[in-house]
């Protein structure tokens, strides 16, 4: 799909990994809406960026855990950008969900944002596309969608509904919107990370590093203007899911 004059929605995009995604979109000539939750000064000044590629970008407020705004929020952007041909379901709430626990809060917030939200933004964009016979869904999921990870089981099986959804899309969207998923490795630390943390995690890939967001960025780029390419994920970690392998092996 040809993703210039296309318009793009990003979730969760005012700085970090979805502001990469967003300004690679515009590289590629697509006009970008990016939501923000709370970041409104990061969000305003990635829209300058964005503009000043030569793109129409907007941000606008969302909320996903307030499901019942979602639609009105999709109404205005479409309202004054057009039609959104390729939706990036980036926004993430990685908050640690011990369990047992007798709080669950966490683990409904994290469905919320990471894969009810997901599906409402999917199920409000889908009929405009298909009717159009042109779009694309790109989720955004780590490792965790196959590995279960300590304390943060919201994170690890909303993830792996995520992938699953992914699929379930292709099918039910094809042939003419295609639905995907890029899985990241570590890219950009969690604030709540420490430099032993940090270190650990660089050591567990076979790159031996944090990966770079613009490889995240360009793995979007590529599913969300590909024609060819459906229910499927591409993994960009570094080679995180084998450095187990080495790890056994002494090396
Ligand atoms: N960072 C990494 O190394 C890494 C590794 C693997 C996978 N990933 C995946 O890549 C994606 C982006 O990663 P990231 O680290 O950049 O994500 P992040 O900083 O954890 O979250 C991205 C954005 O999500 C928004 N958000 C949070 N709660 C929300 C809510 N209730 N409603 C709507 N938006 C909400 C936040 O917006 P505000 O700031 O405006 O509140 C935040 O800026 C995520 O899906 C993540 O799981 C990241």
Redesign the pocket.
């Known amino acids: 799909m040809k993703l210039e004059g296309a318009c793009a929605l990003v979730?969760?995009?005012?700085?970090?990994?979805?502001?990469e995604i967003a300004l690679e979109l515009a590289r590629a000539g697509a006009n970008v809406a990016i939501?923000?939750?709370?970041?409104?000064a990061?969000?305003d000044h990635t829209v300058d960026e964005l503009r000043s590629l030569g793109v129409e970008a907007v941000a606008i407020?969302?909320?996903?855990?307030?499901r019942g705004s979602i639609a009105g929020a999709i109404r205005e952007l479409e309202a004054g950008m057009g039609p959104i041909d390729v939706l990036v379901?980036?926004?993430?709430?990685?908050e640690p969900t011990p369990f047992p626990t007798e709080d669950h809060g966490g683990w409904y917030?994290t469905f919320?944002?990471?894969l009810h939200?997901p599906y409402h933004l999917a199920n409000l964009l889908a009929p405009g596309m298909l009717d159009r016979g042109r779009g694309s869904i790109v989720n955004?999921?780590?490792?965790s969608a196959w590995h279960p990870w300590p304390d943060r089981g919201a994170?690890s099986v909303a993830?792996s509904a995520l992938l699953a959804l992914t699929r379930q899309l292709a099918v039910e969207l094809a042939p003419s919107v295609t639905v995907n998923a890029?899985?990241?490795?570590?890219?950009?630390?969690?604030q709540s990370f420490d430099e032993a943390q940090i270190e650990r995690l660089a050591r567990r890939t076979l790159a031996g590093r944090?990966?770079e967001?613009a490889d995240?960025a360009a793995a979007v780029r590529f599913l969300a203007g590909s024609t060819s390419v459906t229910g499927d994920c591409i993994t960009v970690?570094g080679g995180e899911r084998w450095g187990h392998v080495r790890e056994r092996f002494g090396d």
């Not at 890029?182 to 969690?190: D, Q, S, Y």
């Open positions: 979730t969760g995009a005012p700085k970090r990994v979805g502001r939501t923000f939750r709370s970041s409104q990061d969000a407020q969302l909320d996903l855990r307030d379901n980036n926004a993430s709430y990685f917030a919320e944002v990471v939200g955004i999921v780590d490792l994170h993830k890029v899985a990241a490795g570590p890219t950009v630390p969690a944090w990966g967001v995240v970690d």
